[in-house]
């Protein structure tokens, strides 16, 4: 799974890389409030390029009285808490008014020139200004929870906000600050115990119980006494390289006519100069941020607009994404209604180059001049804030659940057969692909290989999920291509057919709907493999963190799902990791299952396997040419530092037909905390590479030591890897030529399992030892492809005569 994200696509969040594959913590969740809420936090107090000298956290009360605080505290914790993380504390007293705020004041920094309004109550927290976690509590003691399950079980909280990246939520968290860039919560004080849905970005704008600070109501349609266009226009403001030549100045009567409008979460509008300069590196384009105040002006309106320049980070700066230039605090005057807008740039095959980014060798592309005519990402930003429009495009990623889409732009770029776009190589991104959101309210659902048809139009946006965007105002409408799940072809009787299938964390918490669909991809898609490595089964409970570790409940009730979907009656073997310590949906406690049928396949079963116990090869019969496990299902070193945090290698020793056979199941570490490929370093830098490396070593060595007891060894290796055909972990594993990579074996456009971004990439794979002898393989494609998923990986099979 990947995470996502909130605030710079109109349909907010969470995580997603997960590139590829966070799995998104476990969600805390409390009653939602009628009256004493968190209504806003900010963090970047006295920080490089703020205003406010000072941290705080607002609170609100959306009751018919005053709300009494007396005993009550706010409470920090930071937004990836460990085992021995401490909330900080400040003690607060008296009343919030009715209908009123309350204002705590934490931690000063060394930079700002503006001090907070009079405090109600004052602490020294230092918050971070990009993620972290904030409670009310009905007590001074600290909190002792540090996941989101344990939290949510805590009756003293009274409400909990999550931003950022944080690990402690409600729902999904609310997006990623800055040193300019509060989360404030929605005028009406609505709890949905969503912080995504409840928090928006926003200028700081501190209020106490006295009504003081805040900026007041806004007004409709504030009215400088002069309206005459200042000396700076946009294309002034936004400059010719990424960042604004203007970024944290005050900028006064920038004209504009307003494309669109953004009423929900990060609010907002659009305006474009009628007059461009001329020169393609500088947009016309530029987005005026109101914050928790909704937008008070139409599409049409010519308006000036005054305010403070400032360079957003969706996620944060430490996120690696590139910066949004906007104006913040804006004071508008609209001077006519009714204008024809801008004509909207038309993007085709030929407006995008093939190159997606410059090379700054690691390093920050900010400082480089824009060259729109040689990257794809130097082409949008110098489009920022700007009206653009595509005819009939091929989509190639399906709609999500954010009502976002990806189509491309350029057709004939690496298509698959099945109307995808393939992701080939690290220096192949792919410069066609476009995000689609909307403004409207209305969405698609769409497929690979759909078209969406007609125009759709709207301002380039930016977020740090997909980066560009395309959010639209006029949108397409959906022509079917057809594209229907695939049929894995059935195993001869004398061939073992032996798959992988990622289950998307799959607990008994979750719908019977999802155990029959994964059913039915393992009977009718799969056809009914004789072994079945599963990756992603959680624990009995789920994403309850209370020490269960046992998953027998959540794969009988797969089991049986499959059996009543018309497939053999499985069993099962795996080993019950320690609790937390694999890694994935804090408190799941995921491992990898096999399922097998013992009708077709027999498991040799050699006790002794546990957690940290590492089965190894061992050599036995009269000549000591046999081998076998010494403990089986087992584990490839636990203990190493290779598996810390991170799901363990389950190995089994399997006989078909007479036959010994070694499957290896993995599920190597995701990519989260790898920069963006739409971010600002280039190339980035594949943090989590590191550690998948290591682990691939791991299972080499083993395969290794295995083959040189037995060349002739029949190994099977298959998972998630996490990583693609052309990774260095990949190419670790293949080391020597003891294992082939069978996806190599297929026609390049065909070698994905996974769609992100737009990208049909591979994260999935089957990899064989040399005593396998010309294997049928195949990728089944039922999910990653469709908006309607049962997972959001693709299944794979290989038979084995």
């Known amino acids: 799974m990947r995470g996502r994200r909130v605030r710079a696509i109109a349909v907010a969040l969470p995580v997603g890389l997960a590139a ?24 970047g107090g006295g920080n490089s390029g703020a205003t406010l000298t000072n941290d705080f956290i607002e609170l609100g009360n959306a009751g018919d009285g005053p709300f009494d605080l007396t005993g009550w505290s706010v409470q920090y914790l930071s937004g990836s808490p460990g085992p021995t993380s401490k909330w900080q504390v400040t003690e607060i007293k008296g009343a919030i008014p009715a209908g009123g705020s309350y204002l705590v004041e934490e931690s000063k920094g060394s930079g700002g020139d503006t001090p907070l309004p009079a405090p109600d109550a004052a602490g020294t927290i230092a918050m971070s200004a990009s993620s972290g976690t904030v409670a009310l509590v009905r007590s001074t003691t600290p909190l002792t929870c540090v996941t989101a399950a344990d939290c949510a079980a805590d009756t003293n909280i009274k409400d909990l906000v999550g931003f950022g ?86 900028v006064t009567n920038v004209p504009g006519v307003v494309t669109a409008v953004r009423v929900t979460g990060s609010r907002g509008f659009w305006i474009q100069d009628t007059a461009p300069d001329g020169d393609p590196a500088t947009s016309e384009g530029v987005f005026v941020f109101t914050g928790s105040s909704a937008p008070q002006v139409k599409v049409g309106d010519s308006v000036v607009v005054s305010g403070k320049v400032t360079e957003y980070y969706p996620g944060g700066q430490s996120s690696g994404s590139q910066s949004l230039t906007e104006l913040t605090a804006p004071t508008t005057a609209v001077i006519s209604s009714g204008n024809p807008l801008p004509q909207a740039e038309t993007v085709d095959a030929t407006s995008l180059p093939e190159a997606y980014a410059p090379d700054a060798k690691g390093l920050s592309i900010e400082p480089l001049a824009l060259k729109p005519a040689g990257y794809a990402l130097d082409w949008f930003e110098s489009r920022e804030g700007m009206l653009i429009e595509i005819g009939d495009s091929r989509v190639v990623g399906a709609s999500n659940a954010y009502g976002e889409t990806w189509v491309t732009t350029k057709p004939k770029q690496n298509p698959t057969p099945r109307g995808g776009t393939v992701y080939p190589s690290y220096d192949q991104l792919n410069s066609g692909r476009l995000l689609l959101g909307s403004l409207t309210g209305e969405t698609v659902t769409a497929n690979v290989g759909d078209t969406l048809t007609g125009t759709t139009s709207g301002p380039v946006d930016y977020g740090n999920f997909g980066g560009y965007s395309l959010q639209a105002t006029t949108l397409g409408t959906v022509e079917s291509g057809g594209l229907k799940p695939e049929v894995a072809k059935k195993g001869k009787s004398d061939e073992l057919s032996v798959a992988t299938y990622n289950v998307e964390n799959l607990d008994p918490t979750d719908a019977q709907a999802k155990f029959d669909r994964l059913a039915e991809g393992v009977v009718k898609n799969l056809a009914t493999p004789d072994i079945v490595s599963l990756e992603e089964i959680q624990d009995n409970n789920g994403a309850k963190d209370d020490g269960t570790v046992a998953a027998d409940r959540t794969l009988a009730q797969f089991v049986a799902a499959i059996r009543a ?26 491992r990898n299952v096999f399922l097998f049928n013992p009708a077709r396949v027999s498991f040799v079963d050699r006790p002794g396997g546990d957690a940290t116990t590492a089965t190894e090869v061992i050599t036995t019969g009269k000549h000591g040419k046999d081998i076998t496990l010494s403990v089986s299902p087992g584990r490839i070193n636990p203990v190493s530092d290779a598996w810390k945090s991170s799901r363990k290698p389950l190995v089994g020793e399997f006989t078909f037909r007479g036959e010994q056979v070694f499957v290896i199941g993995n599920h190597f570490n995701s990519k989260g905390g790898d920069q963006p490929t739409h971010g600002v370093f280039q190339p980035p830098t594949l943090g989590s590479e590191t550690q998948r490396l290591t682990q691939a070593t791991e299972v080499h060595d083993f395969v290794a030591g295995l083959l040189a007891k037995d060349k002739k060894a029949k190994v099977v290796v298959l998972g998630d890897l996490n990583d693609y055909q052309f990774s260095k972990p990949v190419a670790a594993l293949t080391r020597g030529g003891i294992l082939t990579a069978l996806m190599d074996k297929l026609p390049k456009n065909e070698r994905y399992s996974y769609v992100y971004d737009g990208n049909s990439q591979t994260l999935d794979h089957i990899l064989v030892s040399p005593g396998i002898k010309k294997p049928g393989y195949d990728v089944v494609h039922i999910n990653a492809e469709f908006a309607d998923q049962a997972s959001d990986h693709d299944p794979q099979v290989v038979r084995v005569k």
Do not use: C
């Open 165 to 250: 990246t944080a690990t402690v939520r409600e729902n999904t968290p609310a997006t990623g600050t800055d040193n300019t860039h509060s989360v404030a919560r929605n005028a009406a004080l609505t709890d949905t115990d969503n912080n995504s849905a409840d928090f928006s970005g926003a200028t700081p704008s501190p209020r106490n119980s006295a009504g003081a600070g805040g900026g007041g109501e806004p007004t409709p349609t504030p009215s400088p006494t002069d309206t005459t266009p200042g000396e700076l226009r946009i294309h002034d403001i936004q400059g010719t390289t990424r960042i604004s030549p203007q970024a944290g100045k005050s």
């Open 565 to 590: 979907a018309g497939g053999p009656a499985y069993d099962w073997r795996s080993v019950d990791p320690a609790d937390k310590t694999d890694g994935g949906e804090p408190g799941g406690n995921i």
């Open 20 to 43: 590829s594959l966070i799995a998104l913590p476990f969600t805390a969740q409390a009653t939602p409030s009628p009256d004493a809420v968190i209504s806003e936090v900010f963090g």
